[in-house]
T-cell receptor, first 115, second 115 residues
Framework: GAVVSQHPSRVICKSGTSVKIECRSLDFQATTMFWYRQFPKQSLMLMATSNEGSKATYEQGVEKDKFLINHASLTLSTLTVTSAHPEDSSFYIC???????????FGQGTRLTVV | GENVEQHPSTLSVQEGDSAVIKCTYSDSASNYFPWYKQELGKRPQLIIDIRSNVGEKKDQRIAVTLNKTAKHFSLHITETQPEDSAVYFCAASRGVTGGGNKLTFGTGTQLKVEL
């Protein structure tokens, strides 16, 4: 299967600071990537669709100015959590797939803890 | 938008027994239905998927059935083993032309296989 790499796997930051999470497709080009958030013992909730070369599409209730998404190349999307608060602490995970649909390949996930 | 319901939320079975998890979806345009296994702190792993033009798919001990008319699909695991213990998520997607799948996840089922 295809490989999607996410970095960092864990990060602890102070309230008010910003954190950037990278998602890379290593062996295929991804014009579309997806960012999910998962709180403990809950499901994965789609936050936004990252589109290469254009603005991301955010799901209802997700603040676009707080969760900045940049998809500058066909293999890299970044999610920046700005002015982080403890309630932003969660497991963030990206996914990507080949053109034509089919299996979604997930990154390893990033455990964000805001203190 | 799509809404996916999943039952049961927890399921305990004896080793060697079968386990069945059921999901319903709301969007009749959804055409791709994957099932994921997620261990604590790790990325979801695809275990089986089915497209809307197929009613049943089997892979060794795992099978999925789809009823498009009723908009529900089920995961069947036979001869369960302790290593099957994990959280299982169903998902539904329309697919996107740019690649990958925008997934709507069910709420998850904690499966415990007891010795």
């Amino acid at each position: 299967g295809a490989v999607v790499s996410q970095h960092p796997s864990r990060v602890i930051c102070k309230s008010g600071t910003s954190v950037k999470i990278e998602c890379r497709s290593l062996d295929f080009q991804a014009t579309t990537m997806f960012w999910y958030r998962q709180f403990p013992k809950q499901s994965l909730m789609l936050m936004a669709t990252s589109n290469e070369g254009s603005k991301a599409t955010y799901e209802q209730g997700v603040e676009k100015d707080k969760f900045l998404i940049n998809h500058a190349s066909l293999t890299l999307s970044t999610l920046t959590v700005t002015s982080a608060h403890p309630e932003d602490s969660s497991f963030y995970i990206c996914s990507a797939g080949r053109v034509g649909g089919g299996e979604a390949f997930f990154g390893q996930g990033t455990r964000l803890t805001v203190v | 938008g799509e809404n996916v319901e999943q039952h049961p939320s927890t399921l305990s079975v004896q080793e060697g027994d079968s386990a069945v998890i059921k999901c319903t979806y709301s969007d009749s345009a959804s055409n791709y239905f994957p099932w994921y296994k997620q261990e604590l702190g790790k990325r979801p792993q695809l275990i089986i998927d089915i497209r809307s033009n197929v009613g049943e798919k089997k892979d060794q001990r795992i099978a999925v059935t789809l009823n498009k008319t009723a908009k529900h699909f089920s995961l069947h695991i036979t001869e369960t083993q302790p290593e099957d213990s994990a959280v299982y998520f169903c998902a539904a997607s329309r697919g996107v032309t740019g690649g990958g799948n925008k997934l709507t996840f069910g709420t998850g089922t904690q499966l415990k296989v007891e010795l």
